[in-house]
Nanobody, 125 residues
Framework: QLVESGGGLVHPGGSLRLSCTAS????????IAWFRQAPGKEREGVSC????????YYADSVKGRFTIARDSAKNTVYLQMNSLKPEDTGVYYC????????????????????WGQGTQVTVFS
């Protein structure tokens, strides 16, 4: 089970840190990714971290502003979001899978079999 937390309301330029805690899942997952879905839009990949070597990947829209990190002892992955913009508004989901994912396909939803319930992030003026 994946549980997200840390969402909320923030003004443009503000920051939030999202957490994704995995409980009851095998610890040998391949990767954990963050996705987001804005109203009326498709869910899109935001960032991903590979468990084996810590490699990280980001959508172009968040590069330089968001940072993904993990705390293996807590089985938790974080998404630090800085310089938030109104277009970052949406429900943020974390997802994972035990199977290897082609690294250039990390943002494809179909590669992930386990999803959290999501946490709302709203950036407003």
């Amino acid at each position: 089970q994946l549980v997200e937390s840390g969402g909320g309301l923030v003004h443009p330029g503000g920051s939030l840190r999202l957490s994704c805690t995995a409980s009851g899942l095998p610890t040998d997952y391949y990767a954990i990714a963050w996705f987001r879905q804005a109203p009326g839009k498709e869910r899109e990949g935001v960032s991903c971290i590979i468990r084996s070597d810590g490699s990280t990947y980001y959508a172009d829209s968040v590069k330089g502003r968001f940072t993904i990190a993990r705390d293996s002892a807590k089985n938790t992955v974080y998404l630090q979001m800085n310089s938030l913009k109104p277009e970052d508004t949406g429900v943020y989901y974390c997802a994972t899978d035990l199977q290897a994912i082609p690294r250039d396909e990390w943002s494809l939803m179909g590669h992930y079999g386990s999803w959290g319930q999501g946490t709302q992030v709203t950036v407003f003026s």
